[in-house]
């Protein structure tokens, strides 16, 4: 990347590959609450006059973003990094080693550090002038310190889980930031506009902006480190570790050190670390958390005392501890706790507290989030005379949980992690550490052990290294934002840190932890009165408004056919032809599909202690079988978009191959219920797709808990599930438009068998019905409230003898019922059911398949038409404020309130400077500060030098103050003249 400079009007050219991002500032009225401004243009670099830019001497790597410090924004961009990592080959990751601020307003800092640099920062006298003078001085130290990490390639605050469709897609980084990401998006502040400003381009621009990662960097920050391993034949292996520290704590104590909750339910020394593993043919993720007690705590007194203070009840705590759980639990999944505090002194009150408000968690947490004690010391874990002990007690944990296992091969996932380690220390540093590592340890050894591949020595010893520097590494973030002397006492940890200082330095450590923190706050623009730079797009923001108002010029309503089936297949691999359930009235022809999505529960038969799904066969299978089925007419009709399995819950989505271009934001997402029993055997799968850019879908298949008697269980999954399962920006199933959710929900008829079946063999299904536990939980409102059901007319789908029509002759002679269901919501009405049923002649099974057929309205955009429009309207904007060159000299000086609603009008450019107001009397209004009355169009007071215009020369810094002083020196001189004679600042 080339960073440019225009001097007159002063602005900067951010250019990677043929295109360029432009930035210049705006000035504002002085109103209170004004925000700082940019104009912001993204265009080819052929549209650029480079005659009036010249190249900054400086290496850039990327735009960490923009940034307001006393009165002037400034343009940071890093310009040192170095390698450290990679989870693939192709995908790098960098620790940033220096960056540089461009002032958008001025060339004064660039004298000042032009002078800094030939007089190098050794002085002390001058390091304090310096960063007296320079207001980024403080953010360019912490942001150069080695502990903030990005990648160009990939988005690497994103959980690593959650790319399997870039995988599958090869979609393009920062495509989607998840709310939660931004948990660890350290520079956000930063970057938030920039990141919308992204989202508004059209998809073309788009593409093009995210295309080499460099005009948008995230940061994390914490510790990054991959090593080379040999596990396979023909090919080194990478192993990498990604510990993100979070920075969105509040309140007392901030980030790091001994402190609790905040209101918004997130605690000081939070870190999600994942662990990596890729070879030739597959490639492994495993996600543990760590962080401090998530009660409202602190250490009475910090410096001197070890006592804990609780400043609040466990009743008045409890609203934020919920809320810390329900986060978890939306973006991991089950969450298993393992309180690692000692059982004596001020700790053993901490975790008696931890207990209670345990207890009274929210009942559907409740049913996501285990509680393990773990009271073994450090060293007798190190030792290994406990390490036995704490994996035995948690090792059926480890085995639910599982591990995300994506196979480069097959592409296509073989393992998933449905939940998540949550390791409580009382600092969350060296011991949190090492049970982590025991556990990624055994994770680790036993996926391996399941693809049949060696877990040497070698590869464990690389292993336990990572994790010895990764501890090593965020304990000196931690410890140096805490206290600038580490002493170490019989205490250790924070408490160490606290109490071992003397009163001696109390007020210097105080003094300067606040600096540090201060300096934390400015890049997370937590200071009073900090203010994010507002860019303004005036081209987009036009663009985007027309277009919204000639909507109907573009846009037309269409009624989509959609195929929905579910089918709890009990293992089975059917040979037969299962076109009478995908096709029931016997003609495809009149059945001609839009979407068709399959549910599958049982699709494969699970495997108690087996970490991954190494035997994918049974999903390829039923995966060949369906596009088989839809596409024996017509090779080329219906395309697999997207397939997702947890456990034995499977979904495909098939489109017709002409529209799937139509299908956009495609994510998946699942959620596992339940804390025992075989991991992964019930829970959800659910996608969220948006149909040609208007309509929000979301199709779920689930497998609620079994049982006769066993209601509660059925209406918790369900509020598991529907409260839990999240998509990007904080989405959930009430966030989309259409809802269509199906599968082996479990509930069963309360009659007797008999009854049941004299029922059944009249067909009065209208009386069966009435006993139907499920229409009992929606008619009291508990589960599914607002889903509708068409009305059941076929006979109970459960349980059968497999291959026979006959009703359970077993033992047990289940009462049959109405387990497989299909159930919808949508907004306005959008969606009709037009049948349902199921289909008896597919036998091998003991349940049977049904179906729901569908029609949807949904606005469907002409695409052509919209981009014709949109270029005519470009052309039209940009006509009025002129190519990228000219932008640089619109609107001088912006109102608050022309930039809430940015047009064009026939005054062209002048229409954004001071709103033109004519007095009664006919004269113009009083001249101000930043316009006079006798300057046409009341435009800036500025004064242009053509002179200046190529960047080779400046105003001779030596020319008298008075301008009508007699003087031999020249006007301007060359750049390189002027800073010699620069007057010193010192």
């Not at 309180?339 to 901490?350: N, V």
């Not at 060296?430 to 399941?450: G, P, R, W």
């Not at 999240?726 to 959930?732: I, L």
């Amino acid at each position: 990347m080339k960073v440019l400079l225009r001097k007159n009007p002063r602005s900067v050219a951010l250019v990677s590959g043929d295109y360029c991002l432009l930035f210049k500032s705006v000035r504002t009225q002085n109103h209170a609450n004004s925000k700082p401004k940019s104009i912001i243009e993204f265009v080819s670099l052929k549209h650029l006059s480079s005659q009036h830019f010249y190249e900054l001497n400086m290496e850039c790597y990327g735009l960490l973003g923009l940034i307001h410090l006393k009165g002037n924004t400034f343009v940071c961009v890093i310009t040192g990094k170095q390698e450290v990592g990679s989870i693939r080959p192709q995908e790098r990751i960098n620790v940033i080693k220096n960056v540089n601020f461009i002032c958008l307003e001025n060339d004064s800092f660039e004298y000042i550090e032009t002078k800094y640099n030939t007089q190098a920062l050794t002085a002390e006298k001058n390091i304090e002038i310096y960063e007296k003078e320079v207001p980024y001085s403080s953010l360019k130290r912490l942001l150069s310190s080695n502990s903030f990490y990005y990648s160009n390639d990939f988005d690497i605050i994103t959980s690593l889980q959650h790319r399997e469709s870039s995988y599958l897609r090869k979609e393009k980084k920062f495509r989607m930031i998840l709310e939660y990401s931004k948990n660890f998006l350290w520079n956000n502040f930063m970057v938030g506009e920039l990141i919308n400003f992204k989202d508004h381009l059209t998809p073309q621009e788009r593409f093009l902006f995210e295309e080499r990662g460099e005009f948008l960097v995230c940061i994390m920050r914490g510790y990054v480190q991959s090593v080379n391993c040999s596990i396979e034949t023909n090919g080194d292996s990478l192993m990498t570790i990604i510990s993100k520290q979070n920075c969105v704590k509040t309140g007392k104590g901030h980030l790091f050190g001994p402190w609790g909750l905040d209101d918004n339910g997130n605690t000081s020394n939070f870190v999600q670390s994942t662990v990596s593993l890729y070879t030739k043919n597959t490639i492994f993720f495993y996600n543990q958390i760590r962080g401090n007690v998530p009660l409202f705590w602190s250490l009475e007194n910090q410096l001197l005392s070890t006592k804990i203070d609780f400043p609040r009840s466990s009743e008045s705590s409890q609203a934020a501890f919920d809320k810390y759980f329900d986060i978890l639990c939306q973006n991991f999944g089950n969450v298993h706790i393992l309180d690692g505090l000692s059982e004596r002194g001020y700790q053993r009150e901490l975790t008696e507290r931890y207990k209670e408000s345990f207890r009274n968690l929210d009942d559907v947490l409740r049913q996501q989030v285990t509680y393990n004690e773990i009271n073994f010391p450090l060293d007798s874990l190190k030792n290994h005379t406990a390490d036995s002990k704490l994996l035995k007690a948690i090792n059926d944990r480890i085995v639910d949980i599982g591990a995300y296992c994506y196979s480069l091969k097959e592409q296509t996932s073989i393992g998933k992690q449905s939940g998540i380690f949550l390791t409580n220390t009382f600092n969350s540093l060296e011991k949190a550490n090492y049970i982590q590592q025991m556990i990624s340890n055994t994770v680790f050894h036993a996926c391996l052990t399941d693809l049949d591949l060696n877990y040497s020595n070698e590869i464990e010893a690389k292993h336990n290294e990572l994790w010895h520097e990764n501890g090593q590494r965020l304990q000196k973030i931690t410890l140096h934002a805490m206290s600038s002397k580490h002493t170490k006492n019989k205490q250790g940890g924070l408490v160490g840190v606290v109490a071992g200082v003397s009163k001696k330095y109390v007020s210097s450590v105080v003094q300067d932890n606040k600096i540090k923190e201060h300096n934390v706050d400015k890049l997370l623009g937590r200071l009073n009165g900090q203010i994010e730079v507002q860019l303004i797009d005036p081209i987009h923001d036009f663009v985007t408004n027309e277009l919204r108002k000639k909507k109907n010029e573009f846009t037309s309503q269409r009624t989509l056919k959609i195929f929905t089936g579910t089918f709890n297949i009990n293992g089975e691999l059917y040979e037969g032809d299962i076109k009478s359930w995908i096709y029931p009235l016997d003609d495809s022809a009149k059945e001609n599909y839009d979407v068709i999505a399959i549910g599958f529960q049982e699709i494969i038969s699970l495997s108690a202690g087996k970490m991954i799904n190494v035997d994918s066969k049974n999903r390829q299978f039923w995966e060949k079988k369906l596009l088989f089925t839809v596409n024996r007419n017509d090779p080329n009709k219906y395309t697999m978009l997207w397939v997702s399995q947890l456990g034995g819950i499977c979904l495909f989505l098939l489109v017709k191959t002409t529209a799937k271009t139509r299908i956009t934001d495609i994510e998946g997402t699942l959620k596992k219920t339940g804390l025992a029993g075989i991991a992964a055997n019930k829970g959800a799968v659910a996608i969220s797709f948006t149909y040609s850019s208007t309509t929000k879908f979301a199709i779920v298949s689930s497998h609620l808990a079994a049982g006769f008697h066993n209601v509660v269980e059925r209406h918790q999954d369900y509020k598991t599930i529907a409260k839990g399962m999240s998509f990007a920006r904080k989405r959930t199933l009430k966030d989309h438009d259409i809802v269509i959710w199906m599968g082996d929900f479990n509930y069963r008829i309360e009659l007797t068998n008999e009854d049941c079946k004299r029922l059944i063999e009249e067909k009065n299904y209208r009386k069966l019905y009435e006993y139907d536990q499920l229409n009992k939980q929606m008619a009291e409102g508990h589960a599914f409230p607002y889903y509708d059901e068409m009305e059941l007319n076929f006979a109970p789908t459960y349980k059968f003898d497999n291959g026979t029509s006959r009703y359970d002759t077993s033992e047990k002679q289940r009462v049959p019922a109405w387990t497989d269901r299909i159930l919808s919501i949508s907004r306005g009405k959008s969606l009709n059911q037009i049948s349902y049923g199921c289909v008896p002649s597919i036998k091998f099974s003991d349940h049977r398949p049904v179906y729901g057929v569908f029609k949807a309205t949904v606005d469907v955009i002409d695409e052509e038409i919209k981009n014709k429009l949109t270029a005519e309207l470009y052309e039209e904007m940009k006509h009025k404020i002129g190519d990228a060159n000219d932008i640089l000299f619109y609107g001088d000086i912006i109102n608050e309130q022309d930039t809430a609603n940015m047009a064009p009008s026939n005054s062209g450019a002048n229409n954004y400077v001071d709103n033109e107001i004519t007095l009664a009397h006919g004269l113009p209004p009083p001249s101000s500060e930043h316009t006079k009355w006798w300057i046409d169009g009341r435009q800036s007071v500025r004064v242009h030098f053509p002179e200046l215009d190529d960047g080779k020369l400046m105003v001779n810094p030596n020319l008298p103050s008075n301008p009508f002083e007699r003087t031999k020196e020249a006007d301007f001189v060359t750049i390189e003249e002027g800073l010699k004679e620069y007057p010193s600042e010192s």
